[in-house]
């Protein structure tokens, strides 16, 4: 559980580092880059140790996938409740299809 938990406070630094500054732009680009890098450090203190401590208990291939279900789910949130976009129906579809992904990951074949 700390894995995730490590993994899903990493995927909220990093969406605000890729996309918080999209409600910025009339700022500098070299100040929004700087602000990034220093949201992106911190995100790096979460999830290095995430992956670390998961790592055993998950294959790599797991932990990436976990990371990139986390990202969806909250990248989801971020673009509907942070930028006010409008969640579509084929939004929904394509993320379910990638999560669908996480059952061939972790399916024990």
Same mark, same amino acid.
């Given at each position: *559980?700390?894995?995730? /938990?490590?993994?899903?406070?990493?995927? $909220?630094? *990093?969406?605000?580092?890729w996309y918080g500054h999209l409600?910025?732009k009339d700022k500098p680009l070299? !100040? %929004? $880059?700087? %602000?990034?890098?220093? $949201?992106?450090?911190?995100? @790096?203190?979460?999830? %290095?140790?995430?992956?670390?401590?998961?790592?055993?208990?998950?294959?790599?291939?797991? !932990?990436?996938?976990?990371?990139?279900?986390?990202? !969806? /789910? /909250?990248?989801?949130?971020?673009? /509907?409740? @942070?930028?006010?976009?409008?969640?579509?129906?084929? @939004?929904? %579809?394509?993320?379910?299809? *990638? $999560? !669908?992904?996480?059952?061939?990951?972790?399916?024990?074949?």
């Open positions: *559980m700390r894995t995730i /938990v490590l993994l899903s406070i990493s995927n $909220i630094f *990093m969406t605000f580092a409600k910025f070299l !100040l %929004v $880059i700087l %602000v990034s890098w220093l $949201i992106a450090f911190a995100e @790096y203190c979460f999830m %290095v140790p995430a992956n670390r401590w998961g790592h055993g208990t998950f294959t790599a291939a797991q !932990l990436k996938t976990i990371q990139e279900v986390i990202t !969806l /789910v /909250v990248f989801a949130g971020f673009s /509907v409740l @942070y930028l006010k976009e409008e969640f579509k129906w084929n @939004y929904l %579809v394509g993320f379910s299809l *990638m $999560i !669908l992904a996480v059952f061939f990951i972790f399916k024990k074949w």
